[in-house]
């Protein structure tokens, strides 16, 4: 494995700094970033403003390839894409893009695995393997970007809701979401930007404090405590009463609003009892729920709940003012769907996906 400092985890002044090492002239790096975020060039060969002997030099001594695509599965209506990367330490991640009406959403992963051990969860059944650094997390959408820049088309949103938990990795998270950012770069505003937690208490009171415009959304899925244990076991950990008040807390700190997931499984937790428990919790707090008939995966026997009890669940929010809205189930004939993200078969990048769409080498 090439052990050179990949140069998507480099700051800008992390950059300018090895630069002016090895002799070059302060704007260079802004010549460099504008390469890798404006123009998307992904190797120093194609970097042609540059002076061949710097080409040749960090072609040597930083390492431009974080993720190798292996496969790329795509939707019978082609909306959906799933693509499949081995990184260089030998672990495979998942990232989706999603075309919807004109809106081009890229929905990225921040671990390989996961150790939150949601029972549901495709990425939560195959443990934790490890985090990814902020350079892997921005490599995935540049990818994409650079995909739909050949179709004179442009990334619109981005979700952190592929594999992994983003707040247990969040330095590396926001250390992303930061560089994409950057206005002399990438220039991809946060508002665009959606992280999903599974309810680390700790992370969303820090995630409050720094006052970012990254749009927040917490995976609650039950509405008491005896029922969100069994299907997510950080509750064990941090309940529904403390995780709840720090919504709140976020709420009143930053002025925004907070979303929260909720996968319908039939008879789990898509009865009028959980409705209602959902209604008594968040009642008077500016949120939005969302709720996706759950997506089916290989270790969890629960299913989606049926369109009729989704609809009865949802009105009962609606009728008591808790705005929500029923997700589309996009993506789940090839395995994209939310928490269907598993990398299955050797981690290596010979990895098998198995899906009802096409599934090709890339
Ligand atoms: N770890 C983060 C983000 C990744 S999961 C989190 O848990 O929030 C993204 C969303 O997919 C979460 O809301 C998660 O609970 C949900 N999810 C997981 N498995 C699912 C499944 N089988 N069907 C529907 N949604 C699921
Ligand atoms: Fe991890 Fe989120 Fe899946 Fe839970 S739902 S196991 S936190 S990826």
């Not at 002044?13 to 790096?29: C, H, K, M, Q, S």
């Not at 540059?50 to 390839?65: D, G, V």
């Not at 019978?76 to 991640?93: C, E, P, Q, W, Y």
């Not at 950080?234 to 976020?250: D, H, K, M, T």
Request: proline share 4%; hydrophobic share 40%; glycine share 8%.
């Amino acid at each position: 494995m090439n052990d050179s400092p990949l140069v998507y985890d480099l700051s800008p002044d992390d950059l300018a700094g090895i630069l002016v090492e090895w002799g070059e002239p302060a704007y260079r790096a802004r010549q460099v970033l504008h390469a890798l975020y404006r123009e998307l060039v992904d190797e120093p060969s194609a970097m042609t403003s540059l002076p061949l002997k710097l080409r040749t030099r960090m072609e040597k001594h930083l390492r431009f390839r974080a993720l190798v695509p292996r496969t790329s599965t795509e939707s019978s209506d082609k909306n959906t894409r799933k693509v499949l990367f081995s990184m260089a330490s030998g672990h495979s991640i998942e990232a989706v893009l999603m075309r919807y009406a004109r809106r081009y959403t890229a929905c990225i992963s921040t671990q390989a695995g996961c150790g939150m051990g949601c029972v549901f969860c495709a990425t939560g059944q195959m443990g934790f393997q490890r985090n990814l650094t902020s350079g892997e997390i921005v490599a995935q959408v540049l990818f994409f970007a650079r995909a739909l820049s050949t179709e004179g088309q442009h990334l619109t949103n981005v979700v952190v809701m592929g594999m992994g938990e983003p707040f247990h990795n969040y330095e590396a998270t926001m250390q992303a979401i930061d560089c994409l950012g950057d206005p002399e770069g990438f220039n991809f505003g946060a508002r665009r930007v959606t992280v999903s937690t599974v309810g680390l208490i700790p992370m969303i009171e820090r995630f409050a404090a720094e006052l970012r415009q990254v749009n927040l959304a917490v995976s609650l899925h039950a509405a008491t405590d005896e029922l969100r244990d069994q299907l997510l076991p950080v509750n064990r950990r941090y309940p529904l009463a403390p995780l709840i008040e720090a919504c709140g807390n976020y709420v009143r700190q930053t002025g925004r609003r907070v979303s929260f997931e909720w996968a319908l499984i039939a008879g789990v937790n898509d009865g009028a009892d959980q409705a209602q428990a959902l209604v008594k919790l968040v009642k008077g707090l500016t949120c939005h729920v969302n709720l996706i008939p759950l997506n089916p995966t290989s270790g969890f026997t629960g299913t989606a709940t049926s369109q009729v009890q989704a609809n009865a669940f949802a009105r009962i929010l609606a009728e008591a003012g808790v705005t929500c809205t029923i997700r589309s189930r996009r993506g789940i004939e090839i395995d994209a769907g939310c928490g269907q993200l598993a990398v299955k078969g050797d981690v290596r990048g010979r990895a098998a996906v198995t899906s009802g769409g096409e599934t090709r080498p890339v």
